[in-house]
């Protein structure tokens, strides 16, 4: 079974620094997608990015990119130039290329994440 | 474009009552979700639906139902409310049919309180 883990609960960061997100993932599938959703205050979940296993180039939008090391199960956010809309709930998120009938994200616990004035 | 709206955002129950959670997307999505959110468990998936006409049972389908109305609007129905089921529900949609993966996006949530 594939499982998801965030180790850091909380972060925080000044704002205009840089802060990394970290993720781990076990899984024994060789396709799949990674994806970093976001969830402020308002409670809406929001897609901040997307990753597909087979694409060795790291996904990046914007100010947000990722660290993807496949052999190693990981898979880390960076969010640079950190504003203080950045303060939110990061929720790392697996899911298979072709999932079958049984297609679920499987998810972190999440990060909260502070972004100081 | 709307995206993925929800109705209602707040609802209070009463233990045994029942009532109908109202979700619908304008992307032309194939796919449809039903996800709960509770405090230390993350995101758990109640039901989906791979594409119009077709539903299946996620993680924690018991005591809910769904329906897929139409392309557009996935319905999920507590029939006898219980406290355990004061969460707040996310609805979600993606472009995929059939056995691929894809992309999720979601609903602004309801948040559901059982008495």
């Known amino acids: 079974a594939q499982t998801v883990t965030q180790s850091q609960p909380e972060m925080s960061v000044q704002e205009a620094e840089t802060v990394t997100l970290s993720c781990t993932y076990d899984t024994s599938e060789n396709n799949y997608y990674l994806f970093w959703y976001k969830q402020p205050p308002s409670r809406q979940m929001i897609l901040v990015i997307r990753?597909?296993?087979?694409k060795q180039q790291n996904a990046t939008e914007n100010r947000f990119s990722v660290n993807f090391q496949k052999a190693a199960k990981s898979f880390s956010l960076k969010i640079s130039d950190s504003q203080l809309g950045d303060t939110a709930m990061y929720f790392c998120?697996?899911?298979?290329?072709?999932?079958?009938?049984?297609?679920?994200?499987?998810w972190g616990l999440g990060t909260s994440l502070a972004v100081n004035p | 474009n709307a995206g993925v709206t929800q109705t209602p955002k707040f609802q209070v129950l009463k233990t045994g009552q029942s009532m109908t959670l109202q979700c619908a997307q304008d992307m032309n999505h194939n796919s449809m979700y039903w996800y709960r959110q509770d405090p230390g468990m993350g995101l758990r998936l109640i039901y989906y639906s791979a594409s119009e006409g077709t539903t299946d049972k996620g993680e924690v389908p018991n005591g809910y139902n769904v329906s897929r109305l139409n392309k557009r609007e996935f319905s999920l129905r507590l029939e006898s409310a219980a406290p355990s089921q004061t969460s707040v529900y996310f609805c979600?949609?993606?472009?995929?049919?059939?056995?691929?993966?894809?992309?999720?996006?979601f609903g602004p949530g309801t948040r559901l309180t059982v008495l």
């Open positions: 990753q597909e296993a087979y």
């Open positions: 998120a697996f899911m298979k290329h072709r999932a079958g009938n049984n297609r679920k994200l499987i």
């Open positions: 979600a949609s993606g472009r995929a049919s059939g056995g691929a993966s894809d992309t999720q996006y």
